[in-house]
């Protein structure tokens, strides 16, 4: 799943990063010529650079992320703790984030906090006994200051080397090996395991409590080859820390639930190459009349960066990233005429599960964590100013995320920053006077990449000039193919996938991605109330307030406890939920609430039956809305360590709380369900997910009035 190892990092890429680090965020420039000539397409440079906009080194905040040296230190700290008794694998070594109530009254106030206080949280493993522990340390006063044994049975985020150890344990497997030889695959080098999370143990007791991982098996037949095209019909189970093999399991090859009964299983296997790699495409393939369109900034960047600090029109926000979650946005404030007016304290994507729909055995355990088990963050990739980012004044934070021992791993540009031109942002002609005004959309995007396994996913978040944020993913990549061998008796297309080739070849399942993110809101401060709002007819047809059917109003329902705070989208009704700061102070002129509203651009129902044992793990994404009173430590919808727990646990606990003129954490669900399409292979054009969170009665008129434009007259 991860491209980086510490031990493995290639010279080229050390150079790579000397070049482009710069303490642990990175700004290109044109004074810079040896980055400028790396990034030339065909010798061109499509990219504008704007002069240095690198301003000293900043006071360190207690929201910056871990440096190199901080997560170096707390595994030396952490590993001397526990010596000699243990040598820990680590799981993460992450920023241990104040308290809430610490930094808050510093946020309301558009001030720095005086104090600096850094803490590394690791979660550890001993690989002897698989106990798991939490682990705090005090990095200034170089000490542990707690630790807390997990629940036996606990599993953790996959680490940075796992995949290697897995590798290892299944290609020296001599019953793997004789497989392969029997499919004619000799060539150890070219074969690829693709090792992921046992999602599913309920129906294999002496699997429970194991740190396990299945393996499917694929294949090359040359360098830079699809490998996704080449599956075979069989998958491993390891045991991850024993470094042990404990089974071999056959999969469905034929469109039924029959598996192979021959000695070494299916020995077909789908040789025929599906590519998108250019090197391997043949001369002439690409059209020619494509013509690459340039962006620049001629001016400079609209923005400021000081650190981790971004200050964009009259937006002020801070970047933060950790391995589980990847980006993360704190306190998020709007200038408001000279008005500083909170908005969001912390948001980040707190989940991403993907559920696979082919109900035949073993496939029913394809049910993919991917922040909670392989880290949305940790799988982060390095981008490119025109390709990853192709916008105006680009701006690229390094981010450093640690190996399972405990070792730093530098991802160099995996955060860019950059302003694009979105189109019209507002447009009105006056037919009296023949005369147009156009406000085009010029807008910050904050971006990431996170490759895992077949997919990319690409994080934006994006804001408006005209006050709004929107939040996106862009999921790119492949869609995740299974062997199928031939049709069998079937002769009608199958129910839980497409098949994508002719076979022996390949099926992709059908498919599901379901993203939470958590938003921590303070509107205009900490005491929120939220309501659902729904718009339907004002009565029936003939009534006094509706004689001629034609009206309708909008209708909020305040949301008072957490138990009535679990809602789903209602396109009938065109749903929203609406934040409001404080409910007793009205806009002058709507006389209403004054807030935000989270318009659900992508809703998404969950597929699994809620009867079904598959469900209690991933019960959280039941809602496209939860609210929940803030509770330090709650950040994961599906709980710390996805053990049944996170939202519905929350909930059920205290479904009475109070949600009204309190601080609030609104919690949104959203996604694609896929039905692949043959035309998503060899790898799927880009499909995209988001929501908004938009003014509404916030301002006392457009915020966007003031951005200039064009005039123009018949």
């Not at 705090?136 to 995949?163: A, E, R, Y």
């Not at 989940?351 to 993919?368: A, C, N, Q, S, T």
């Not at 934040?579 to 509203?597: A, L, N, Q, V």
């Not at 996170?646 to 694609?672: K, M, R």
Request: with cysteine; glycine share 6%; charged share 20%.
């Amino acid at each position: 799943m991860v491209k980086l190892k510490y031990a493995l990092i290639p010279t080229f890429f050390t150079i790579l990063i000397t070049m482009l680090q710069i303490h642990e965020s990175t700004t290109t420039t044109e004074s810079d010529p040896s980055f400028v000539e790396q990034h030339k397409i065909f010798g061109v440079n499509w990219f504008h650079i704007p002069p240095d906009i690198s301003k000293p080194t900043p006071k360190p905040h207690p929201l910056d992320p871990l440096t190199s040296t901080e997560i170096r230190l707390a595994s030396q700290i952490i590993t001397a703790n526990f010596s000699p008794n243990l040598i820990p694998i680590f799981s993460t070594v992450t920023l241990k984030e104040p308290r809430k109530s610490e930094l808050l009254p510093y946020f309301l106030n558009d001030t720095l906090p005086p104090f600096v206080t850094r803490e590394a949280f690791a979660t550890i493993m001993d690989p002897m006994t698989q106990a798991g522990y939490e682990v705090v340390v005090n990095l200034l006063g170089k000490k542990v200051t707690s630790v807390v044994q997990l629940d036996p049975g606990t599993q953790q985020m996959f680490t940075i080397g796992d995949k290697e150890d897995i590798n290892e344990v299944v290609l020296s497997d001599p019953e793997v090996r004789r497989r392969l030889e029997a499919m004619g695959l000799t060539n150890l080098s070219m074969v690829v395991p693709l090792g992921g999370d046992f999602g599913y143990a309920g129906d294999r007791p002496e699997y429970v409590g194991k740190r396990i991982a299945q393996v499917f098996m694929t294949f090359q037949n040359f360098q830079y080859d699809n490998f996704f095209a080449h599956q075979v019909g069989f998958v491993a189970v390891v045991d991850i820390l024993a470094k042990k093999m404990l089974a071999i399991e056959e999969l469905p090859t034929t469109l039924g639930f029959e598996t192979s009964q021959a000695p070494l299983g299916e020995t077909s296997v789908p040789r025929t190459s599906h590519n998108y790699d250019p090197a391997l495409l043949p001369s002439g393939f690409f059209r020619k009349d494509v013509h690459p369109i340039t962006c620049s900034q001629k001016g400079g960047p609209s923005y400021k960066v000081s650190g981790y600090q971004v200050s964009w029109q009259k937006f002020k926000f801070r970047i933060g990233f950790n391995p589980r979650e990847g980006l993360v946005l704190y306190h998020v404030n709007y200038n408001d005429n000279g008005n500083v007016r909170p908005l969001i304290y912390r948001a980040s994507l707190s989940e991403l599960f993907v559920p696979y729909g082919d109900p035949r055995p073993p496939y029913h355990r394809k049910m993919i964590y991917d922040a909670g088990k392989y880290g949305i963050g940790q799988t982060a990739v390095t981008l490119r100013p025109t390709p990853d980012c192709k916008g105006g004044s680009v701006h690229f934070f390094d981010v450093v995320v640690s190996t399972k021992a405990g070792l730093p791993v530098t991802i160099p540009s995996a955060i860019c920053m950059y302003e694009d031109d979105a189109g019209v942002l507002m447009k009105k002609y006056n037919t009296r006077d023949k005369r147009s005004y156009t406000v085009r959309n010029q807008r910050l995007v904050i971006t990431f990449t996170s490759s895992v396994g077949n997919y990319d996913y690409e994080w934006r978040w994006i804001f408006h000039q005209d006050a709004s944020v929107r939040m996106e993913v862009n999921l790119q990549g492949i869609d995740a193919p299974i062997f199928l061998s031939s049709w069998g008796e079937s002769v009608t297309p199958p129910d839980h996938g497409t098949v994508f080739t002719p076979t022996p070849g390949i099926l992709a399942p059908n498919h599901q991605h379901l993203f939470i993110v958590r938003v921590d809101a303070e509107i205009d401060g900490n005491a929120n109330t939220v309501a659902m709002v729904d718009v339907v007819p004002d009565g029936s047809t003939g009534t006094s307030q509706n004689p001629y059917g034609n009206g309708f109003k909008a209708v909020p329902t305040i949301l008072k406890t957490p138990s009535q705070a679990r809602t789903n989208s209602n396109a009938a009704t065109a749903r929203s939920w609406h934040i409001y700061g404080d409910i007793e102070k009205k806009h002058p002129f709507s006389r209403t609430p004054m807030g935000y509203h989270l318009v659900a651009g992508s809703p998404v129902h969950l597929m699994i039956n809620p009867d079904s044992p598959l469900h209690p793990k991933c019960a959280f994404v039941d809602y496209t809305v939860w609210v929940t009173p803030y509770e330090e430590n709650q950040l994961y919808a599906g709980g710390a360590y996805l053990n049944n727990s996170g939202l519905p646990e929350w909930v059920a606990s205290t479904p009475d709380a109070n949600l009204v003129g309190t601080d609030i954490v609104l919690w949104h669900v959203f996604g694609v369900t896929h039905i692949p399409r043959v035309e998503d292979f060899p790898a799927m054009s880009v499909e995209t997910a988001g929501f908004w969170l938009k003014p509404v009665n916030f301002f006392k008129e457009n915020p966007a009035r003031d951005v200039p434009g064009f005039v123009h007259e018949d």
